[in-house]
């Protein structure tokens, strides 16, 4: 396709786009790869198409597509260009007061270079809820980034991702550390969706990701249940706590409560899935414990975060 033509289909497909046109633009994109496959561009703008008409698990496949035909340079500059459709579609966003669709914009971009990350480093992650709290991670944990003797507890790791993705972005100081407490059995929610063979691999699974980092030694696995492994932690000690283990009410508040002594003044918890039911048991959804701890200890934390996860600072002891 010469520049003219490129030229001429990026314009086109333009104004369906700010037409908010979405069915048409996804053909035209679509049609666009069929007669040149090479042409990049078209990849990316349907993406965007397909996330504007809300068909996020198509964009999701048609990047991961992608991804699988990519070298490790081509994973790096494609991720580049796609991000930078996504970012150019937030800013548009946050320019006429959508600063909720910005905000998705936002996210897509940070899942897209997840993806591409996990690509590059190669992972082996069977299961991924950890991709969509990135965007909130980027913002509110960068200041640890880089810093000498981070060190971090970790509450429920399975396969490794959010460890993993620490050791990557944050514990990137040679005397950075992270703890990893998990039992590797699953909790209630994980052995009514997942088969006994699957759960027994996941050990193997956050072994071999954490081998995958190239700097195992900054992580100590310690297998077993956080109530009971917690107890033996150095006080105040850890820059941040991420708990992620048992969803119910009740292990989540004992989490909290265990590790709130283990945290420096200054320090972060994080408390993933804060909005997880249990159908038949709605006493035990996870938000009732993580609202108690927050109650309880209202005049000690700084809510800096409330949504799908919450983050708190530990501003006294």
Known sequence: MSNNLEERSSSNGAKYLAQQKYSEAIAFYKQGIETDPTFMSNYWHLCLALLLQEQESEAMATWLSILEKADIEKVNTWTLDLVKVLIAEAIRCEAVSDFKSARKMYGYAAIARSQAWKKVKGYEFITDWFSQ?????????????????????????????????L????????????????????????????????????????????????????????????????????????????????????????????????????????????????????????????DAFLQAFCKKVNIIHQGHQVIVEKTSC
């Open 167 to 290: 050791l990557d972005n944050i514990l990137t100081h040679e005397s950075s550390r992270i703890t990893c407490i998990d039992t590797f059995e699953g909790s209630i929610e994980h052995k009514l969706e997942y088969n006994d063979s699957y759960i027994k691999s996941v050990e193997e699974k956050f072994d071999f990701n954490i081998s995958q980092t190239k700097v195992p030694e900054k992580v100590t696995k310690i297998v077993g249940s956080s109530q009971d492994m917690m107890r033996s932690l150095p006080l105040t000690n850890y820059d941040m706590l991420y708990i992620d283990g048992s969803h119910l009410a009740s292990d989540a508040l004992t989490d909290a409560v265990l590790g709130w002594g283990l945290v420096k003044v200054g320090g972060l918890i994080v408390f993933d899935d804060y909005d997880y039911t249990f159908p038949d048991d709605l006493e035990q959804d996870t938000k009732i414990g993580i």
């Open 133 to 165: 709290n990135l965007p909130i991670w980027e913002q509110y944990l960068i200041h640890l980034a880089n810093k000498p003797e981070i060190n971090i507890l970790e509450i429920g790791s399975w396969e490794g991702m959010s460890a993993c993705w």
